[in-house]
């Protein structure tokens, strides 16, 4: 294989969940990882471990324009091929009780984090590139139970995808969104633990399933590769039909 080979791809949020399968996926492929992480610097280590080929880690925490721009900064002008926006933080935020401070931060690292992380690593991008944002299926449908800003949030990624994908074409760079359903990581476990919402999911779910991480690894894989070159400012479901 090695479709990847002599790319460098830069993800976010990589130490563990989503941005961690992507990271071993792009790396199988033989591209050259530098692999983002806020607090889990041991859970960093161990997927760079994982990963044969070359892997640097990076510390930054996305809420911070200034940890954004000294991350970037460090890489002192290496070109980038691959930049996959994926650090992100779900949570309630009902209204009527939601803290101003969990508010600022969802906004922070879901929005703001993601647009900051683009603008100041674009020059690092290589004509050619491709940009991959982490949405949600949340974003497509209402959302009850206290959750509403989350969803709200992968909305602006959705639409910040379509916007920069015509922004960016004169570059060349393709922009693209990956928009999954439930799967269990770190961030959900708590919440699917539960045997209602669970049960709830589950019926929902056509294939009677929750996905997994190698899935949506698998996405963002081709929408890294030559078979997406014509495919630009989408944001792709991968829910195995729980949002249709
Ligand atoms: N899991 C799902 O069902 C699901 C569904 C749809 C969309 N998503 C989206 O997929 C992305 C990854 O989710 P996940 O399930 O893999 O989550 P996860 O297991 O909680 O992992 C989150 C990752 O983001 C990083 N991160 C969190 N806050 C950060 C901050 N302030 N600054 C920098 N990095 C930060 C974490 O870094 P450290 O651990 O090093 O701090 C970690 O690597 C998110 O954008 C999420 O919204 C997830």
Redesign the pocket.
């Known amino acids: 294989m090695g479709i990847l080979l002599g790319k460098t791809a830069l993800i976010?949020?990589?130490?563990?969940?989503?941005?961690?399968a992507i990271a071993l996926k792009l790396a199988g492929e033989g591209a050259e990882i530098l692999l983002?992480?806020?607090?889990?610097?041991a859970?960093?280590e161990a997927v760079a471990r994982e990963i044969a080929g070359p892997c640097r880690l990076l510390q930054?925490?996305?809420?911070s324009p200034q940890e954004i721009e000294a991350m970037i900064a460090s890489l002192h002008g290496a070109p980038l091929d691959i930049l996959v926006n994926?650090?992100?933080?779900?949570g309630q935020t009902p209204l009527g009780s939601a803290a101003l401070d969990y508010v600022e931060?969802m906004l922070d690292?879901?929005v703001k984090?993601l647009f900051w992380t683009t603008q100041v690593a674009l020059p690092l991008l290589r004509e050619g590139a491709t940009i991959i944002n982490?949405?949600?299926?949340?974003a497509r449908v209402g959302i009850a139970a206290g959750r509403s800003l989350?969803p709200a949030t992968?909305a602006a990624v959705d639409s910040l995808t379509k916007s920069w994908a015509l922004e960016l074409a004169p570059r060349k760079i393709r922009v693209n969104a990956v928009?999954?359903?439930?799967?269990?990581?770190?961030?959900?476990a708590a919440y699917l633990a539960k045997p209602d919402v669970i049960r709830g999911i589950l019926e929902r779910s056509p294939f009677g399933r929750l996905g997994n991480?190698e899935e949506v690894a698998d996405l963002v894989l081709f929408l890294c590769s030559p078979a997406s070159q014509w495919i630009t400012g989408q944001s792709i479901n991968i829910s195995g039909g729980f949002v249709v």
């Open positions: 976010t949020g990589g130490s563990r969940g989503l941005g961690r983002h992480y806020n607090q889990n610097r859970a960093a930054a925490d996305i809420r994926n650090a992100g933080i779900w931060s690292a879901n984090g982490m949405s949600s299926t949340a989350y992968k928009a999954p359903g439930y799967v269990e990581t770190d961030m959900t991480a």
